[in-house]
């Protein structure tokens, strides 16, 4: 028994066979299965290539897709955006008339050299907190029924100029068309009279008319209705109050 | 088969034993390489791989199958397999390891989708080549009496049961250490040389007591 395992030790360790083919054993397969076989193998990494680019296609179409969606989308978000930022209308005169009340700003004293009693503090201006009012405080014209029965707004009573007499010192070398700064007692019954009657006189509209309006209060003798129009009439014309020949 | 090359009609090929010769001297890593080659789009590299081990396995699956027919079905299906698993294929082990285990897998799964099959069947007689080493090899033999040494080999190897017949030309076939034989039928090493003695013993044995009455 210890031979047989002595003799399959050898043949274990490939030292001695069993059996042996001859050197002229043909056993392999046949060429048609060795045509199939490397026609196999060709065709899978010929296919192998085409799913590669067929998956880079397929992965590259929504890709593409959703680019453009992307960019139709931003474009028309951008033409949205554009066209809310476009003016309503062209502007018109009436517009430009409206009413606008604008927030109250500190009143600024500049102190004079040459004038001491503006250095001095005044007891009215004192008495009455400084206002501001714009060329528009008054309104000008109404753009309709409504606004012209509208109550006045609340600042209305502080935005309405104040032009007496011991006033007019207080308007700053800087006024400008857009602020005048006064300081004073409240605003006469002719001023009065102007600023509520400013929004309904349709004479206002057109300059001849109100200076025909004007020449008529001087002609009644209400001096100082048309000395008080004529003011307004100026802040209004600008080009009329700073004509060399006025 | 038009459209082929020269190099696909198998012509190239080596002669199997100077191709079995040639395997012996192949390193492993070497065909692990291959492979690879291969897995990245070298049809060449398939090529050189097929040639080096296509005699061994095609006849480790006819003494398995003891048919061509079958036994070119299976080792169709097996280099189907290894050309769809080129992806996969990690070098953890030679690469006729890895062959040779998807041969023995194929032939299961030909034995189970088979069920049974009668102990003995029909051996194809194109393959009556193999001969029975004995002490006096030297001495000139008719080509009758290597047919009939054939004959009375195969029918012994018909007779070994299933698993010892399957590690016997693992070893024979595939030049594999026990150790390898053990991985690719899923047994332990012990179980693999056990089995392997029995199969050589029952071999020696049968061909023994053939000559005696003979």
């Known amino acids: ?246 | 088969m038009d459209g082929l090359t020269t190099s696909e009609t198998g012509s190239h090929f080596a002669h199997p034993r100077t191709a079995a010769r040639r395997v012996e001297g192949v390193s492993d890593d070497e065909d692990a390489q291959l492979m690879l080659a291969y897995a990245r789009g070298e049809m060449r590299a398939f090529e050189t791989l097929y040639s080096r081990h296509r005699a061994a396995l095609y006849r480790y699956l006819v003494r398995q199958a003891r048919d061509t027919e079958i036994a070119n079905d299976l080792f169709q299906e097996v280099w189907s397999r290894v050309i769809v698993n080129r992806v996969r294929y990690e070098p953890r082990a030679k690469f006729r390891t890895f062959l040779f285990t998807l041969a023995h897998n194929c032939f299961i799964d030909h034995c189970r989708r088979l069920k049974s099959r009668p102990a003995g069947a029909s051996v194809d007689e194109a393959d009556a080549a193999d001969l029975l080493a004995t002490d006096d090899d030297a001495r000139p033999e008719s080509a009758l009496e290597r047919a009939e040494t054939t004959r009375r080999y195969r029918a012994a190897l018909a007779t070994l049961p299933q698993e010892q017949r399957d590690v016997y030309l693992l070893h024979e076939e595939s030049d594999l250490s026990l150790e390898e034989i053990a991985r690719v039928t899923g047994v332990g090493t012990e179980t693999a040389k056990s089995r392997l003695r029995y199969a050589v013993g029952k071999l020696r044995t049968a061909l023994a007591v053939e000559e005696d009455v003979t």
Do not use: C
């Not at chain 1, 005044?122 to 400084?130: E, F, G, H, I, V």
């Not at chain 1, 009657?197 to 004007?214: C, F, N, V, Y």
């Open chain 1, 1 to 246: 028994m210890s031979g047989r395992d002595d003799e399959f030790d050898d043949f274990l360790a490939r030292r001695r066979k069993l059996f042996r083919r001859p050197e002229d054993d043909v056993l392999e397969p046949p060429h048609e299965v060795d045509r199939i076989v490397l026609r196999q193998a060709r065709e899978a990494i010929e296919s192998r290539t085409d799913e590669r680019e067929i998956r880079g296609m397929a992965w590259g179409a929504p890709l593409a897709l959703a680019a453009s969606l992307l960019v139709a989308f931003t474009i028309i978000l951008n033409v949205g955006m554009t066209k809310k930022q476009q003016p309503l209308a062209a502007v018109t005169v009436e517009q430009v008339a409206q009413r606008r009340d604008y927030p109250p700003a500190p009143q600024v004293n500049i102190p004079m050299a040459g004038n001491p009693a503006s250095q001095a503090p005044r007891a009215d201006s004192a008495a009455a907190p400084p206002a501001i009012a714009d060329r528009s405080a008054a309104p000008l014209v109404a753009e309709n029924e409504a606004d012209r029965h509208a109550p006045p707004p609340p600042a209305a009573p502080q935005a309405a100029p104040h032009r007496s007499a011991g006033a007019a010192d207080a308007v700053t070398a800087g006024e400008n068309a857009s602020t005048v700064i006064v300081a004073g007692s409240p605003p006469s019954e002719a001023e009065r009279a102007v600023a509520k009657g400013s929004g309904s006189a349709a004479w206002r509209r057109d300059g001849a008319s109100w200076l025909a309006e004007i020449q008529r209060l001087r002609a009644e003798g209400k001096n100082a209705e048309a000395d008080a129009e004529m003011a307004e009439y100026k802040r209004q014309h600008k080009a009329y109050a700073g004509s060399p020949d006025r």
